[in-house]
């Protein structure tokens, strides 16, 4: 079974410092990718950044940045000199071939001024 | 350009009634999703189909019905609404891919209400 872990239920971190977002996963499948999704109060949810698990390099997208470590399962998401519209729901999410889709439990980030 | 459009944005009905929420996607892609996010913000895919096949059932009630006129359409009909049905319903698409990379592009949510 697929699953997905992100252990932050809530997060604070200071206006234009860095903050990492935890997430774990755990597949037997060798295929499968990496997202995280910003989900602000408005509701909408917003792409990030993707990671492939044959990717050799870590993504970045601008201040997004997602630290993945294969051995240990992991896909940290980096923000670098937070904002205050940073504030949000971030998910992780897990895709595998057959489109399957599977989210994290989700960590609220609040950004303080 | 509106690239994942769902209708209603907002519905709030009876216990016991049928509705139905309306998705549309105009970027092309073959494959197309439900998913439920409920209180607690847990988000759930329900159904995915494929060029107007399903391909994914989620465990869901059988009172949860897709339907895929096209592959640009993707409609949900729930029959008997139960207050547990109060939830925020996302529409998605993406390509089919094989390898991990499908990208969800969402629609802007169904807040259901069930009084």
């Known amino acids: 079974a697929q699953k997905i872990t992100q252990t932050q239920p809530g997060m604070f971190v200071q206006e234009k410092e860095a903050v990492t977002l935890d997430c774990t996963y755990d597949t037997s499948d060798p295929s499968y990718g990496l997202f995280w999704y910003k989900q602000p109060s408005s509701g909408e949810m917003i792409f990030l950044i993707y990671?492939?698990?044959?990717?050799?390099q870590n993504a970045t997208e601008g201040r997004y940045s997602l630290n993945f470590q294969k051995a240990r399962k992991s896909a940290n998401l980096v923000i670098s000199a937070s904002q205050l519209g940073d504030s949000a729901m971030y998910f992780c999410a897990m895709s595998f071939t057959g489109n399957q889709f599977y989210f994290g439990t989700g960590t609220s980030l609040t950004v303080i001024p | 350009d509106t690239a994942v459009s769902q209708t209603p944005k907002y519905l709030v009905t009876q216990m016991g009634n049928d509705k139905s929420i309306k998705c549309e996607q105009n970027?092309?892609?073959?494959?197309m999703y439900w998913y439920k996010q409920d209180s607690k913000k847990f988000l759930k895919i329900m159904f995915s189909y494929n060029n107007k096949e399903l391909i994914i059932n989620e465990t869901v009630p059988n009172r949860f019905s897709p339907k895929s006129p096209d592959k640009a359409h993707l409609n949900l009909h729930i029959n008997s609404l139960e207050l547990g049905d109060s939830a925020v319903y996302f529409c998605?698409?993406?390509?089919?891919?094989?390898?991990?990379?499908?990208?969800?592009?969402f629609g802007p949510g169904t807040r259901l209400t069930v009084l």
């Open positions: 990671q492939g698990s044959y990717d050799q």
């Open positions: 970027l092309g892609h073959d494959t």
């Open positions: 998605a698409s993406s390509r089919m891919s094989s390898g991990g990379y499908n990208e969800q592009f």
